[in-house]
């Protein structure tokens, strides 16, 4: 049950979101590929869950290079003997490339736009593109692919991230139509603001970041920032056995902040 023996390829995962979903998932007995740029800190990630008991090894990729890409899933299909889960999770915002005033559209290059749209939603296609020939083969094929709550609404300084987002949504039910003759499920989800350095990036890059840290989760019905290991702990989900009959899906993950269109002030939760 669950993801037990599953093999997973996860990008982007030397940090946050995806360093904590590979531990998750090798806790749960997966055994788990982290890629990321960072080699120093994704060997790290790949240390320490097998000092703990898991299995984990690393390969460098960066996901917007196909030969990369394509050496990574060869890489893994040779440690583990093929690969049952693909996880596109590295991503990109543009604070994390231009300094604020260079993040709207008046002021952000248009080599910026590209570079956030190129890392959250092609890049996802070219690895979904270069895993298919063993996803194939494996008896409990899927593939994640990190959304966000920026895919359905707006953010001050957000447009090429909002774009990326939306599109790769839209990809996951095309590709989930695309793969459903080889029973692959293709589905994604949507967090809103996580601990990780890519909030951190966003919060720092406003005049006032205890104030707009604030903001982010005001309308959040459980006021914080989401943790790492829960997006691990659905990603793990949509992966395993129990998750057979969702498919083209987008699963918010965001302390029930689009629920509603209010602040937490009005509930007295401030
Ligand atoms: N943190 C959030 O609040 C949040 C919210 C919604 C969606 N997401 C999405 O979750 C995913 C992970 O975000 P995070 O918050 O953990 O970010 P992060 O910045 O902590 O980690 C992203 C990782 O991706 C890697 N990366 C960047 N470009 C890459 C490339 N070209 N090739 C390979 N690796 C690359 C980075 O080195 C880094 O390790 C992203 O797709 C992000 O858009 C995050």
């Known amino acids: 049950m669950g993801i037990e023996g599953l093999r997973f390829v996860i990008t982007g995962s030397a940090t946050g979101i995806g360093a904590a979903t590979a ?11 982290v890629s990321d740029l960072n080699d120093e800190l994704g060997r790290a990630v790949a240390g320490e869950i097998n000092a703990a008991g898991g299995v984990a090894a690393y390969t460098h990729c960066d996901v917007t290079d196909p030969e990369q890409v394509e050496a990574l899933m060869a890489t ?24 604020a005033e260079q993040c709207g559209l008046e002021g952000m290059p248009l080599e910026v736009f590209k570079k956030v749209v190129e890392v959250n939603a092609v890049a996802p296609w070219i690895c979904s593109k270069a895993a298919l020939p063993y996803l194939k ?3 409990w094929p899927s593939i994640i692919n990190a959304a966000s709550t ?16 939306g599109g790769i949504r839209l990809q996951t039910q095309n590709l989930a139509v695309d793969l459903a003759a080889y029973g692959i499920r293709v589905n994604c989800y949507g967090p809103t603001a996580i601990a990780t350095d890519m909030v951190t990036d966003f919060v720092k890059q ?19 920032l989401g943790l790492p290991s829960e997006v691990g702990e659905l990603v793990c ?4 056995r129990e998750a057979g009959f969702i498919n083209g899906a987008y699963i918010l993950i ?10 937490v002030e009005q509930l007295g939760m401030e």
């Open 23 to 33: 531990r998750v998932a090798a806790s749960k007995g997966a055994r788990v590929m």
């Open 76 to 99: 893994t299909a040779e440690a583990y003997g093929g690969i049952d889960v693909l996880h596109n999770n590295a991503g990109i915002h543009e604070t994390g490339l231009a300094p």
């Open 137 to 139: 083969k494996s008896d």
């Open 150 to 165: 920026g895919s359905q609404s707006a953010y001050p300084n957000n447009s090429a991230y909002g774009t990326s987002k």
């Open 206 to 224: 406003s005049d006032d970041p205890a104030a707009f840290e604030k903001a982010l989760i005001s309308t959040s019905l459980i006021p914080r």
């Open 237 to 240: 989900f949509l992966a395993g």
């Open 254 to 263: 965001d302390g029930g902040s689009l629920a509603w269109r209010g602040t």
